[in-house]
């Protein structure tokens, strides 16, 4: 037994105090006291306690807030997956309703204790009605919000209503300066939950002569989401920059921020970008879900030949390893993937990014800011003088940059980076347009990945078809035979009507073996590296994309528009 249960509930109860949870959260810096003022208003309001209007207002995730109170309480975090509930809360002569308004899931008996996970271990209401019903001394566990809602949902019908979620979204207009940034406020929390639920990648605020068009890219593709008054497009960008930090004063110049939001308890960052444009600022937000985020190579759902080339790029001590690809083809999500393959492995790896997009506790990562110089070939310059053994390089983007990640793979440390060409066989002319040696790439360079996204048909709605004359066209170009079915897009209520649902991933590799050195190192042009392809059968991304053609999983139309044959 956790010896923080070893007292009284009622001395306990009289013990903690709800500053203490806001004064821990601002001591460890996961909350703002800008973001604390702004709550306070929306509490007053509507009675409710400030912790839990910051975790409803999206500026505390649901991991914080139950942190926060297991860290002043001494309360453990329940864990479900662990610690099921035991009992059934009729048997102690709770009613679902009581248990609903003040969030409780009893566990079990121990020791003729009743243990429970609780939302909010401050609330003397749950408190004293768990004390009448049951008669028997309280010991808790901190439940996060999410956790409860989903334990109670498989208990009691009809389903749990969100917390005063609606109310305090009111109240929050309420307390605006003015009905304007009220409305801005309500249209961005609106256009914010409908990207996450659409599993949008990106939400574009547009202004134009006479209206702000908010359009969602969703599997690679925009689509708009709704238009809005050009009177909000100026509270619009301004809510946006107050979000993440930047100057709300400065409309002139573009600028770059970040932000961390919440949504239906799960944290998502945010990474902000605005710019002037003739009819006012725009601004455009990639949202980035830490839920979602890869956790090994072998969760990219990649072919067999490229996810074994990526493991034994991990293997590799030292050299040149490149993802390359167009922007949102998932060139970073590759490189985390390989970075969390070194976790626990007693390697000290650095890394360089613009912007530093997820966080790794294994990982000493640092952001970019070209303005006071601390660029991509600066910061490399200075890990070479920290003994690393692996480093990344988010973006290799110029001639210093390259010469130096070039330099660093020579010396013994493994070097991870992404750059822009069009295929896996392109980077080497791509490096030496940048002014790296041949030679020099010979000398460090260990394997290329491409890769591109493409969309996947809704499995609920698409419908056999019959190859069209460009597909069988295609299919030969590239020595196939064309199937004798494929499926087509139509649209449902699943995929929203766009006969797509999600995306996959199409990938080619190549390890840099002697004979494809041997070209690198005499400067070789793409037709010669590409004749090398073909010699050694080489798998394309076309080559990825007909099979998945053939295996009804996306379409013709779809793959030519990510790939060059």
């Known amino acids: 037994m956790n010896d923080s249960w070893d007292f009284s509930e009622t001395e306990a109860f009289a013990t903690f105090q709800r500053d203490d949870v806001i004064d821990h959260l601002l001591a460890s810096g996961r909350l703002s006291p800008e973001a604390v003022s702004r709550a306070e208003a929306v509490a007053r309001r509507s009675s409710q306690p400030i912790e839990l209007v910051l975790n409803q207002l999206g500026q505390l995730s649901d991991d914080d807030l139950a942190d926060a109170y297991s860290a002043v309480t001494r309360y453990p975090v329940w864990e ?21 308004k003040v969030r409780v899931v009893p566990l079990r008996i121990e020791e003729d204790a009743l243990v429970c996970a609780v939302c909010d271990p401050f609330d003397a209401e749950m408190r004293a009605g768990l004390s009448f019903a049951t008669g028997r001394e309280l010991r808790f566990l901190i439940a996060r919000m999410m956790d409860w809602r989903t334990a109670f949902d498989l208990r009691a019908e009809p389903p749990v209503a969100e917390f005063d979620e609606r109310r305090i979204e009111r109240d929050l207009a309420l307390v605006e300066d003015a009905s304007v940034e009220g409305q801005a406020v309500e249209l961005v929390n609106t256009a914010f939950a ?80 605005t710019a002037p444009t003739v009819f006012g600022e725009a601004a455009v937000l990639r949202l980035l879900d830490r839920a979602q985020a890869p956790q090994d190579i072998t969760s990219l759902a990649l072919p067999a030949n490229v996810m074994a080339l990526l493991e034994r790029a991990v293997r590799t001590p030292h050299g040149l390893f490149l993802v390359t690809g167009p922007t949102g083809s998932g060139k970073t999500t590759t490189l985390y993937a ?48 920290h003994d690393p053994d692996v480093i990344l390089v988010g973006e290799i983007r110029d001639a210093e940059t390259a010469a130096v990640a070039v330099q660093a793979a020579m010396t013994g440390h493994l070097v991870l980076a992404s750059v822009h060409a069009n295929t896996a066989l392109a980077v080497a002319p791509r490096l030496n347009d940048m002014g790296v040696e041949p030679y020099q790439l010979a000398a460090s ?43 087509r897009p139509v649209g449902c209520p699943r995929c929203r009507g766009q006969g797509y649902n999600g995306r996959l991933v199409l990938a080619e590799g190549i390890w840099a073996d002697d004979p494809f050195l041997a070209l690198v190192g005499e400067g070789a042009n793409l037709d010669l590296l590409k004749a090398h392809g073909r010699t050694v059968s080489l798998r394309t991304m076309a080559d990825e994309g007909f099979d998945l053609i053939c295996q009804g999983e996306t379409t013709l139309e779809d793959v030519l528009t990510v790939t060059d044959d």
Do not use: W
């Open 194 to 273: 409908a990207a996450v639920d659409r599993g949008a990648s990106d939400i574009h605020f547009e202004p134009h002569r006479h209206d702000l068009l908010v359009r969602l890219r969703i599997d690679g593709h925009l689509s708009d989401l709704m238009t809005a008054s050009s009177d909000l497009s100026a509270p619009v960008v301004s809510r946006i920059k107050v979000l993440s930090n930047l100057n709300v004063g400065e409309r002139r110049l573009p600028q770059d921020g970040r932000a961390s939001l919440v949504n239906g308890g799960r944290a998502i960052d945010v990474r902000v970008a």
């Open 445 to 487: 360079l260990k394997g290329v990945m491409a890769q591109r996204l493409v969309r996947r048909l809704c499995s609920a709605c698409k419908v056999e078809d019959k190859p069209s004359e460009a597909l069988i066209a295609y299919a030969e170009r590239l020595g196939h035979q064309a199937p004798a079915r494929i499926f």
């Open 80 to 100: 479900p997956l662990i610690d099921a509930a035991q009992i059934e809360p009729e048997t102690l002569g709770l009613g679902p309703e009581f248990l609903r």
């Open 338 to 385: 390989l970075l969390a393959a070194f976790k626990g492995s007693g390697k000290k790896i650095l890394s360089v990014e613009d912007p530093v997009e997820r966080h790794f506790e294994h990982v000493s990562q640092t952001q970019v800011q070209s303005h006071i110089g601390l660029t991509f070939a600066a910061c490399l310059r200075a890990f070479l003088r």
